[in-house]
């Protein structure tokens, strides 16, 4: 038997959880078309701290509060690319000529 134990969640606590990763997911997706290797270094750097500084939230109001911040932010960075003429498929379209 092993000595660590893990606390099972509910379903609630299970879909706050995957809402979460999928967030987390997307930021990481966004931040990969930003061109600038130092900017893109930065907003990594200021997403997984974000993350880690709430990793240990357990109230389900305050999780909501932070996905819907985390939503925000992640709106307005795809408003910033999109205004700067990056997007998705001419990131997808450069990564095939690459190949």
Excluded: C
Excluded at 16 to 35: H, S
Excluded at 47 to 53: G, N, Q, V
Aim: glycine share 2%; proline share 1%; hydrophobic share 30%.
């Amino acid at each position: 038997m092993s000595n660590i134990t893990r606390k099972t969640l509910d379903l609630k606590q299970f879909m706050l959880r995957q809402e979460v990763l999928k967030l987390y997911r997307e930021i990481f997706r966004t931040i990969k078309q930003v061109p600038d290797a130092s900017s893109q270094y930065e907003l990594k750097s200021w997403a997984r701290h974000d993350f880690r500084t709430n990793q240990h939230q357990t109230d389900e109001v305050a999780i909501k509060m932070l996905i819907q911040a985390g939503r925000r932010s992640l709106t307005e960075l795809q408003t910033s690319l999109r205004l700067s003429g990056v997007t998705a498929s001419s990131t997808t379209s450069n990564q095939k000529e690459k190949k």
